[in-house]
Structures are given as structure tokens and as C-alpha cells.
């Protein structure tokens, strides 16, 4: 199917964010867009710090459907709002804004983008699902928080700095459900955790290129009954989720959870399910 042509009729959307060179969102969405013949286009948007509140206030007075928020701006742009999804709200962070009648409210489509590739790729549920998170940043923030929306048992955040792994397991309890618990990453308190754990999760950039070769924890905490879970993507299939599959578990790459959060996104300023395999199929290397 061609492309529909640019015209006024056009609804945009669009990444912002500053560097924007090594999105694949463009391409993904734009492809989907082309693949159910709606009239949209997607861009990408550099945008400095200093110019943020500006560049939103004109964006939700233009054709603008909406748009997705990346690296700096995803807790910043929660004060250019005029409402922010409960959800959102408690992870603290907004990946994505939707704009109706000129008002923009934000939503977080990270943690539902991961538990859709985890739940769909596996075949598990996340509800009454022990997990352990290794890391406690941004990302691991928005999937705990959105596992304790969805009614995980146990969620065990785990960080090499104590201290963060705590404050966050904290606000999960306080603004989520009370299931969180913190633990140092260290070999003993993680392998009685991990003895009677279902999924396992690295939101840390161990394994990224070009450190291609190191993985978070030692091999031996990887048990067979694990589900195993890596969010970097780049390379697709991480030597942490090679180390697991040879060990028996299955596993979920972070390429899923990329297009997943995309899809949730798509679906909040069209109105229309995504199409995930043309999405897949867009940002294949």
C-alpha cells in the first residue's frame, strides 16, 4: 500500500527528545501508519531542555495527535501537562502524550510494553508471578511499578547501590501495592531470592554493545525454571539470554518490549490496534 500523501488533513505525531539519530520509532510507526492506510506521519523532534515548554505549548495547538517522549525529557515533560495518566503518575515518568480538543495527557507505555512482550513471547502471566528486577532505573521503575498494577506477588529489585534499590521498592509499595522488597546484589541474598522466582528481568545496560560479552549476575543463579528477561535489544539476543537458553529457560529479547510500547502508544492516538508484526518487521537489523 502506498503512503498516504502529506496534506491538511494529516494528523502528526512525533518523537521528542535530544539525540534522536538512533530511534527506530520513525520507521516503526510510520510503517504501521502506511500499513493501515491512515493519514498520519511520524517525526522526529530534537529538542533542547530550554526550549521543551515551548515547542509542547505549540505542538498541542498544531495538527498534532500526540507524541512520544524520550531521553532527557520523560520526567520534565510531566510539568508541561494539563493531566497525567494514574499510572504514569506513579512510575513519574511520561513516554507518551496524547492531544485532544488542545489538551495533552500523558501516559507511561513502558512497563505495559514490556509485560505484553514478556506475557505473549513466554506464554506467562505476570499476575501471582514472583519476579526479580536487576537494576533500578528509569526502566525498572516503570515495569515494577506497572507488575504491581498487574498483580505480581513478589517483585525483588535488586542493584549493585543498595540504597536505590530500596527507595524504590519503597514507592512501589506506597504508590502501587505492598510487594515490593529490595535486595543487594550480592551472591547470597540473590540466590536464596532467586530459588523461588518465576521471571527475571535485566533493566540494566550489561550486555549492550560494544560489552557484548558480560552479563549481569553469575551463571550459576540462572536456574532452569526461569522465564529471562533482557530490555537491551542492541544486540538482539544478549549473552545473559544466551547463557539462559542454553540452561533450559525461555526467554524474552528487548526488541519485544520496544515495539510493545510502541504499539500502546500507536493505539492511544489512533484508536486502532497495531499492527506488531509490520513493526517487528520495520526495525529488523
Known amino acids: 500500500m502506498k503512503p498516504s500523501p502529506i496534506d491538511t488533513q494529516t494528523k502528526l505525531v512525533g518523537l521528542l527528545g535530544q539525540p534522536l539519530g538512533h530511534s527506530f520509532s520513525p520507521a516503526m510507526h510510520n510503517r504501521a501508519f502506511e500499513a493501515l492506510g491512515l493519514n498520519f506521519c511520524y517525526l522526529p523532534i530534537e529538542v533542547a531542555d530550554e526550549n521543551l515548554e ?16 524520550t531521553i532527557p525529557h520523560k520526567i520534565r515533560i510531566m510539568d508541561c501537562l494539563d493531566a497525567i495518566d494514574p499510572l504514569a503518575q506513579a512510575i513519574g515518568a511520561v513516554n507518551t502524550v496524547i492531544i485532544q480538543d488542545g489538551r495533552s495527557t500523558g501516559y507511561n507505555t513502558d512497563g505495559i510494553g514490556f509485560i505484553q512482550s514478556l506475557e505473549i513471547t513466554s506464554g506467562l502471566t505476570v499476575k501471582d508471578r514472583s519476579v526479580v528486577i536487576l537494576g533500578s532505573g528509569g526502566a525498572a521503575r516503570a515495569i515494577a511499578m506497572t507488575l504491581a498494577h ?8 535488586c542493584n549493585r547501590t543498595e540504597r536505590k534499590a530500596l527507595a524504590l521498592s519503597l514507592d512501589v509499595n506506597r504508590q502501587g501495592r505492598d510487594c515490593c522488597t529490595a535486595i543487594p546484589m550480592l551472591a547470597g541474598p540473590m540466590e536464596a531470592v532467586l530459588g523461588d522466582t ?30 529471562v528477561c533482557d530490555i537491551v535489544y542492541n544486540p538482539r539476543r544478549t549473552q545473559f539470554l544466551k547463557v539462559a537458553q542454553q540452561k533450559g529457560c525461555r526467554i524474552v529479547e528487548g526488541l519485544g518490549m520496544l515495539v510493545y ?10 484508536g486502532q490496534e497495531a499492527p506488531i508484526s509490520t513493526m517487528f518487521d520495520a526495525i529488523q537489523p
Open 54 to 69: 515551548t515547542v509542547t505549548a505549540g505542538i498541542a495547538r498544531m495538527n498534532f495527535a500526540g507524541y512520544n517522549i
Open 150 to 157: 498487574r498483580g505480581a506477588s513478589r517483585i525483588t529489585v
Open 198 to 227: 518465576d521471571i527475571l528481568v535485566n533493566t540494566t545496560s550489561v550486555g549492550m554493545h560494544p560489552q557484548k560479552e558480560l552479563i549481569p549476575i553469575k551463571e550459576t543463579m540462572i536456574h532452569d525454571h526461569l522465564v
Open 261 to 270: 510500547q510502541g504499539a500502546a502508544s500507536f493505539q492511544l492516538w489512533t
